[in-house]
């Protein structure tokens, strides 16, 4: 109370009064009468005839319990934020994790390490039974963060009694433990110091030899913690399942190596890969490793901005000081909850609503859309608007056609701020305002304008009370990435925020498979880059199908599962990928990743040979024209022409007749029926019923404002 008095609350003053309260209360007990004061004899005399000191203290604590919960005991209670907010199995997890951040946190200021780590233990199981107490400790230190509570917060898995509880309760996936690793960098690299990583193998490093094919991951962790044995549960897993060599990066930490030092330890670390064809890692060097690209939360954002990085090496326009050798794309992505746009903002722009609202991804955003969309109907109180109320087109200027014009144009080659929450939250080009004199009525009175999308908050937002990531969590994160020295252009700077990525990069960007949970902070992010990459690349396939070209990578039929699959996962939100053991589900989401790395992969073998048959017919067909150059010029070319016709002609029948014979390669040509190729997918491993559906009948986007407006007005309903 004193603190209050005072105008500065602060632990120190608390801390005075507690020592004022002791201090009082020892001399009285050393000094006043060891009966207490009168009125406390005389009641002590009639209480000790029929009660005993046992009873007398029971009672007395069942009082001041009573006494504490009294309003809940009489329905005055604050309502639950957390009621209708994750599934039971994650709120189970969070619990624990609360538990442990307040724990830690508790004693991390103990200065000997042994101590420090039986006293964080003992302090976590208090916090897990007062879960209360545990509530407003977190509370209180995130709203004060510092780079050392994420650290604690985050490395926790480090502990020694943590990981050996962890270890006891982690199924054995391999033989062999993770390896420590150094990467050299690569002879264009501006940096000379050498990359930690640690790689996941069942075997030993020998075996390497005979694999061309790996798993380049980069952990999350807000750009400031974790390192890859805080994710040992997901990396032991894939490389159990895999067999294949799972190669983790221990990036340096922010903010001591701020914006963009990590981004460029991965991109040299991929760069050395490919370079070296593996040796840098004990492969035998014969030929380019084929390999998929994976990160979580943060490693998400650096993983797409490295996988920018390396098409951008491809392209006619480059930045400057990129290298100048072009290095080969990924053959897929997985990204979980990745945090792509860097800024933070309030409010959904069109250009963002009318992505999500794409008829293509109707199934996979059903409930997600409808939870933004009832925002403002669960707030009011008023009825659901029907299911055709948003059956509105896009508004104009809100996406790029890219079908109109040159591919090379501005809009292309230029960020596209539109899809950030930056500021202003609409990106489209203003209609000019109709005169007064026009206007139907003839008042000068303010008319809102128009309803284009309906009015929805930003994930970030909507989310604000999430126990894993909260805006405050973001925003030390933001600043600690960037760093004192930076000032970037929020609404261009796309390797920071690569939702604002060119169309001419995302044209090129490799097939990504998204996994988030749907009450996400981040789920924004994931949703709209995913639509941009559909969005694009459909428009792509379009233009080289006018034009007379084949469609993207040879395919005669447009999929949106060839370009992204998003996967949402109901009532839970982030990092669950990281605590499998306190998270039970996760373990399965872990188990389809590694199937999904298989596919990319396999993909990618049937990709090179198809590319390979091409090469070779063409190679066919120069060597047999090339004996006609002795002859004149005027002859010369009207046989190759002829005969390069006719030959060509031959050799894609002979292609054709091949590929419809081909059951293994799962190849496809433009003389293959859609049939064929649905059935070579499905011999690829998984088919196409990859994007699950949400499991309850609720939509995503209507629950989303649930824990947010829903205690407000008294009419949130129960999940």
Not at 685 to 692: A, N, Y
């Amino acid at each position: 109370m004193i603190d209050h008095v005072l105008g500065r609350p602060s632990a120190k003053s608390r801390r005075l009064q507690i020592l004022a309260v002791l201090t009082f209360w020892s001399a009285y007990l050393y000094r006043g009468n060891r009966h207490g004061p009168p009125l406390v004899r005389f009641l002590s005399k009639l209480s000790s005839k029929k009660l005993t000191a046992w009873q007398i203290v029971v009672f007395t604590m069942m009082y001041l319990y009573a006494a504490r919960n009294f309003s809940t005991l009489v329905g005055l209670a604050s309502p639950e934020p957390m009621a209708n907010m994750y599934d039971a199995a994650y709120f189970r997890a969070t619990w624990v994790l609360t538990a442990l951040d307040a724990g830690f946190w508790t004693a991390m200021k103990i200065r000997k390490k042994w101590l420090r780590d039986i006293a964080s233990m003992v302090f976590t199981v208090f916090y897990m039974v007062a879960a209360e107490r545990a509530d407003e400790k977190v509370r209180k230190v995130r709203g004060m963060l510092t780079v050392e509570h994420l650290r604690v917060s985050w490395n926790k898995g480090t502990s020694p009694y943590l990981g050996a509880l962890q270890n006891l309760m982690r199924p054995r996936f391999t033989r062999w433990p993770p390896r420590a690793i150094r990467i050299p960098r690569p002879s264009t690299s501006d940096y000379k110091e050498p990359v930690s990583a640690w790689l996941y193998y069942d075997g030993p490093i020998s075996d390497l030899e005979h694999i061309n094919k790996m798993i380049l991951d980069i952990p999350g962790g807000g750009f400031v913690a974790m390192d890859p044995r805080c994710n040992d549960d997901k990396l032991l897993a894939w490389a159990g399942k895999t067999g294949l060599p799972v190669l983790s990066l221990d990036y340096k930490k922010a903010p001591e190596y701020p914006y963009p030092f990590a981004l460029n330890e991965c991109f040299d670390v991929y760069a050395s890969i490919v370079k070296s064809k593996g040796r840098c890692i004990g492969m035998s060097g014969r030929e380019t490793p084929k390999i998929v690209v994976t990160g979580d939360s943060a490693g998400g954002n650096l993983a797409t901005a490295m996988t920018l990085m390396i098409i951008e090496t491809a392209t006619s326009k480059r930045r400057p000081g990129l290298a100048q050798e072009q290095l080969p794309a990924p053959s897929g992505l997985m990204l979980f909850y990745p945090a792509l746009d860097m800024n933070i903002g309030n409010w959904m722009s069109d250009e963002q609503m009318a992505l999500i609202k794409d008829r293509s991804m109707r199934v996979t955003n059903k409930n997600y859309l409808k939870r933004k969309s009832m925002q403002y109907n669960d707030l009011v109180g008023t009825p659901h608007q029907s299911d055709d109320e948003d059956e509105q087109s896009p508004p104009q200027g809100s996406t790029t056609k890219a079908s109109d014009g040159d591919p090379k144009d501005q809009v292309l080659q230029g960020p596209h701020p539109e899809y950030s929450h930056a500021s202003p939250q609409t990106w489209s080009k203003l209609q000019p305002s109709t005169p007064a004199s026009e206007r139907e009525s003839q008042s000068l009175s303010h008319h809102p304008e128009p309803m284009r999308t309906r009015l929805a908050m930003a994930s970030m937002i909507s989310y604000f009370n999430d126990r894993i990531i909260t805006p405050e969590m973001m925003r030390a994160m933001i600043i600690l990435y960037i760093g004192p020295h930076n000032r970037p252009d929020f609404s261009q700077e796309y390797l920071l925020s690569p939702i604002l990525a060119p169309d001419h990069l995302l044209q090129r960007f490799p097939k990504t498979y998204f996994l988030t949970g749907e009450r996400d902070p981040l789920v924004d992010d994931t949703v709209i880059f995913a639509g941009r990459l559909r969005r694009i690349k459909h428009a792509c396939h379009s233009r080289r199908e006018t034009q007379g070209m084949d469609g993207l990578e040879g395919l005669a039929d447009f999929d949106d599962k060839d370009v992204a699959e998003l996967i949402l996962i109901p009532g839970i939100s982030h990092g669950f990928m990281q605590f499998p053991t306190l998270y039970p589900p996760a373990w399965k989401l872990i188990d389809r990743c590694a199937q999904w790395a298989e596919d990319l992969l396999n993909t990618a073998d049937s990709r090179e040979r198809r590319e390979h048959r091409r090469s070779k017919s063409q190679r066919q067909v120069y060597t047999e024209s090339s004996g006609d150059e002795d002859r004149p010029l005027e002859i010369n070319m009207t046989r190759l022409r002829g005969r390069t016709i006719s030959d060509t002609a031959r050799l894609r029948s002979e292609e054709t007749a091949e590929n419809l014979g081909d059951g293994q390669d799962g190849v496809q040509t433009n003389g293959v029926s859609s049939k064929k190729r649905a059935n070579a997918r499905a011999r690829g491993g998984r088919g196409s019923r990859s994007i699950v559906k949400l499991n309850s009948s609720d939509d995503l986007l209507g629950r989303r404002m649930q824990g947010l407006a829903g205690p407000l007005t008294g009419l949130q309903d129960d999940d």
